[in-house]
């Protein structure tokens, strides 16, 4: 079996919205719809396929996926009604059909190596694998600080970076690598692919804190909340704030900040203001799920 991108997202999001849908109701029809498409991909799905050294969309497309579906079974893993056969034929999904592609690093823009990175924390935590755990946090601390600017940052020729950083005109705290993507291409892309790279890296150091490893939130605190406020901000005026060429923000809005937030400000009481203008008071504006940016405001939310 192989799915096309819409076919296998739809399957993933129905599998992790059940499984949260059996934890927050207790109802076990819930956990029922979501082991249904566990089994559906653990018997048929034939795996990505990808080239060695090569990056291409199969690496993109196991880091979507597997992050929805590793974060369903481990919200599965305590149903009663998952038997450990069922269990055990999941990891060797993950194992077999999504880990090379996943392990494989893209070399595409740093969205795609952060959304990799997100799902293989995923499923390496509901296999209780400490390698790929171990593999995931260090690819994370090698990507930082070529995707997320801080002044402090030294060692790095941003003229020649690859994948390009698309000439900001502006370097302060918190610019990204793709944050003046529409320098290089239109239609208007600042600030969209930051969403999905940033929403990814808060997602794995939440599963890090969650394994009970708080060094990932706390080396980056101040790389997070820099990358968290002036996004924010940008995405609140509709103005990249002299970052880019192109001063127009995107017009994408996705619920890329409620796990940072819920982080830095509720546990750790960190001031955010911009960050916290737009997720108190932008009620004109829906906040989308996407891919592997899922319900974030029902599980880290207010």
């Not at 056969?85 to 999941?90: D, F, L, R, S």
């Amino acid at each position: 079996m192989q799915r096309c991108e819409e076919e296998a997202k739809a399957d993933a999001k129905k599998a992790y919205a059940n499984a949260l849908a059996w934890y927050y109701t207790g109802d076990a029809q819930y956990a029922e719809n979501a082991m249904q498409v566990f089994r559906i991909w653990a018997n048929d799905f034939e795996g990505y396929k990808v080239v060695p050294g090569i990056s291409g969309q199969a690496q993109l497309n196991a880091g979507w996926i597997g992050a929805l579906l590793g974060s369903a079974a481990e919200v599965l893993r305590s149903y009663a009604g998952w038997s450990g056969k069922e269990q055990a034929a999941v990891k060797s999904l993950f194992a077999t059909r999504f880990y090379p592609a996943l392990h494989q690093e893209s070399e595409w823009n740093g969205n795609n190596d952060l959304t990799q990175i997100d799902a293989l924390m995923s499923i390496a935590v509901f296999s209780e694998n400490e390698s790929w755990l171990t593999e995931a946090k260090d690819r994370l601390q090698r990507r930082n600080p070529r995707f997320f600017y801080l002044p402090s940052d030294t060692g790095i020729d941003y003229r020649s970076t690859s994948p390009s950083w698309y000439s900001p005109t502006r370097w302060i705290a918190g610019v990204t690598q793709e944050s003046c993507r529409t320098n290089a291409k239109l239609p208007n892309d600042n600030g969209h692919h930051t969403q999905y790279a940033l929403a990814s890296a808060l997602r794995a150091a939440e599963v890090a804190w969650n394994q009970g490893d708080h060094s990932v939130y706390g080396l980056n605190q101040t790389r997070y909340t820099a990358a968290m406020e002036l996004l924010a901000l940008q995405v609140l005026s509709g103005d990249m704030q002299g970052v880019c060429a192109d001063p127009k923000t995107t017009a994408s809005l996705f619920d890329t900040w409620m796990i940072g937030y819920n982080h830095y400000h509720r546990r750790m009481g960190i001031y955010l203001p911009h960050t916290q203008k737009l997720l108190k008071n932008n009620e004109s504006r829906i906040f989308k799920s996407d891919w592997n940016i899922f319900y974030e405001s029902l599980t880290h939310g207010d």
